[in-house]
């Protein structure tokens, strides 16, 4: 796909250039002749007959940059004194750390956050549990859980792999909304060993975020934490992503004048994302949702290893269609895509009704590349930050929790949800609404409040909110 070439990697070359041999202008145009885009230059270090560089180039991939790194080898007067991925670089020691809030200076300063005077804050919260949310860090503290099982869409790669992205998540938790947020990874697939660890650890946490955990095993352990447990468990991957859709599909058709309830939609990928935004899109009105996966449209008749698609197709799918998706996506207003990459082709968009909707949105690789697709639209978006309309649940997790720890709310409900994709829908005005913006960025300020607020709203109205967030912000 084009998109895999496109300019996504920043490597730093460290070149000693002997200034007698060698022009910065030879290596410049040796870059630009491998593909790479010069995006910066430092002078690290000048003597008298050389200098020490770091060039920052931006490339396709790391072929190109291998590329590069040769044709530079080649020139004379040039070594090479290492080669950096700027992407690794902000990895390096990991991504977050813990700080104090308040200094330990003196042995006042000890006896106080530390032994003796501790003693009477624990058995303050030994005497009245519900302490732990004003005296401790659990009322602003997210466990983001992990097993490492679908991390984005590269599968299996295991709990010490899927680490850097649950740090990203929990840098976005704090960067977004202010909620401190811990990456735990699990070295266990067993479900019930999930809930148990989950269970055991809840006492730190105001809640508790379960990312990319493959399905069906998300929807056993979603569902038995939610049953167990006080505090809100919400399966990013499941309810964040629906929600951040159904924003993005409630902007499209204000474009295209169409009506959820009137509209053929195709979910592809009926696993864990796939499920949960047939689920949203049914609650919010839409009549004829076709799920499709390896097997085709999820149809009844049909006997499925799955359990969950035989329980599927009991409520999608009206027309109980069959066959691949090139079929089924005949006369489709919207594509949802939370499967693989490339498997959407131009020709199947063509086959869809006027004014079609793809939302390509399987990480990192999408189900068509949005260049391609882009002629054949009215609307495509992806998960991806470098194309416009980027769905991602990034859009949601951050301000739902703020909402749900701000209210102490006791779960996520679906009213919780739906208030969440309208909030996020309405902070993309009329007068900015265009093909090309459904939905609000990721660094628009407006996006959290305004998702927390309408959380919190729906909360109260469900009756699951345990405090009014003004009672909070008076305990600070
Ligand atoms: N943009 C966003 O915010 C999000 C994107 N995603 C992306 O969606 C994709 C799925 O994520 P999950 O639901 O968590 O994974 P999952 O593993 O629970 O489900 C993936 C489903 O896609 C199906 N699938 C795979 N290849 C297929 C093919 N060639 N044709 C039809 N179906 C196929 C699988 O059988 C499975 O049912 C991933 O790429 C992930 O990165 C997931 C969550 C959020
Ligand atoms: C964005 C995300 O959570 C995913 O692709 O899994
Ligand atoms: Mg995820």
Partial sequence: MAILKKASISIVYRLKLETETVSFGEIATSIGQAGGDIVGIDIISTGKTSTIRDITVNVGDQADSELIAARLKKLDGVSIIHISDRTFLVHLGGKIEIQPKVPIKTRDDLSRVYTPGVAQVCTAIAEEPSKAYTLTIKRNTVAVVSDGTAVLGLGDIGPSAAMPVMEGKAMLFKQMAGVDAFPICLDTKDPDEIVRIVKAMAPAFGGINLEDISSPRCFEIEERLKQELDIPVFHDDQHGTAVVMLAGLFNSLRLTGKKLEDIKIIVNGIGAAGIACTKILLAAGARNVVGVDRAGAIHRGENY????????????????????????????????????????????????????????????????????????????????????????????????????????????????????????????????????????????????????????????????????????????
């Fill in 305 to 476: 290893d799955n359990p969950q698609w035989t329980r599927y197709a009991e409520f999608t799918n009206p027309d109980n269609l069959s066959g691949p998706l090139s079929e089924v996506i005949a006369g489709a207003d919207v594509f949802i895509g939370v499967s693989a990459p490339g498997i959407l082709k131009v020709d199947d968009v063509r086959r869809m009704a006027a004014d079609p909707i793809v939302f390509a949105m399987a990480n990192p690789v999408p189900e068509i590349d949005p260049d391609l697709a882009a002629p054949h639209v009215r609307v495509i978006a992806t998960g991806r930050s470098d194309h416009p309309n980027q769905i991602n649940n990034v859009l949601c997790f951050p301000g739902i929790f703020r909402g749900a720890l701000d209210c102490r709310a006791k779960e996520v409900n679906e009213a919780m949800k739906l208030a969440a994709a309208r909030a996020i829908a309405s902070v993309v005005t009329d007068d900015e609404l265009s093909e090309t913006y459904i939905i609000p960025s990721v660094f628009n300020q407006n996006v959290v409040r305004k998702v927390r607020d309408a959380v919190i709203q729906a909360a109260i109205e469900t009756g699951v909110a345990r405090k009014d967030p003004g009672e909070i912000k008076a305990e600070v």
